[in-house]
T-cell receptor, first 111, second 113 residues
């Protein structure tokens, strides 16, 4: 799986959009970008994933650059409950069973 | 619909003992994954079971083992416990064949004294 790089931490004001960057410059053509989050002391929660096109679901939007070397997870209206560690993972179908969770980004949403 | 359930929530053992952790996947899911999250460290992939077979294994010693039962529930066994085995053990499940969208349980906290 390609290595991903994320900022260690970021703050976001409640009600504002949170834009979480992820760099995956060595991603290969068959690797997907997955995002998970882990609220303190809970199991990780799947958020969204994509291959080439931008994706949106009820939780977030995923913007992948045309060269696929980076992506941005957007939480459109951050709430206090969005405070969590967010993980960006690049993985192919060969490695679906063994996701490589890095250190992630600690996001703190403040009132 | 019930999510992934794990038991026990907490477990305290001493060095050299054995620990058994249990996981029930979401109904209809046949793949079960085990991850270890030691304090201050990221999640480390341990084991993947699908249709009763071990499909993949992370970089852990053989004293970490498991199995998957016909009802797709799974058990993780850790033998000869060491202090550094203290961690949150997370189980996740997905639909048949595996997918990157894992549904995680709340974990079992193992403390080795």
């Amino acid at each position: 799986d390609a290595k991903t790089t994320q900022p260690t931490s970021m703050d976001c004001a409640e009600g504002r959009a949170a834009n979480l960057p992820c760099n995956h410059s060595t991603i290969s053509g068959n690797e997907y970008v997955y995002w998970y989050r882990q609220i303190h002391s809970q199991g990780p929660q799947y958020i969204i994933h994509g291959l080439k096109n931008n994706e949106t679901n009820e939780m977030a939007s995923l913007i992948i650059t045309e060269d696929r070397k980076s992506s941005t997870l957007i939480l459109p209206h951050a709430t206090l409950r969005d405070t969590a560690v967010y993980y960006c993972i690049a993985t192919s179908t060969d490695s679906w069973g063994k996701l490589q969770f890095g250190a992630g980004t600690q996001v703190v949403v403040t009132p | 619909e019930a999510g992934v359930t794990q038991s026990p929530t907490h477990l305290i053992k001493t060095r050299g003992q054995q620990a058994t952790l249990r996981c029930s996947p979401i109904s209809g899911h046949t793949s079960v994954y085990w991850y270890q999250q030691a304090l201050g460290l990221g999640l480390q992939f341990l084991l993947w079971y699908d249709e009763g077979e071990e499909r993949n294994r992370g970089n852990f010693p053989p004293r970490f083992s498991g199995r998957q039962f016909p009802n797709y529930s799974s058990e993780l066994n850790v033998n000869a416990l060491e202090l550094e085995d203290s961690a949150l053990y997370l189980c996740a499940s997905t639909l048949e064949g595996g997918t990157g969208e894992l549904f995680f349980g709340e974990g079992s906290r193992l403390t080795v004294l």
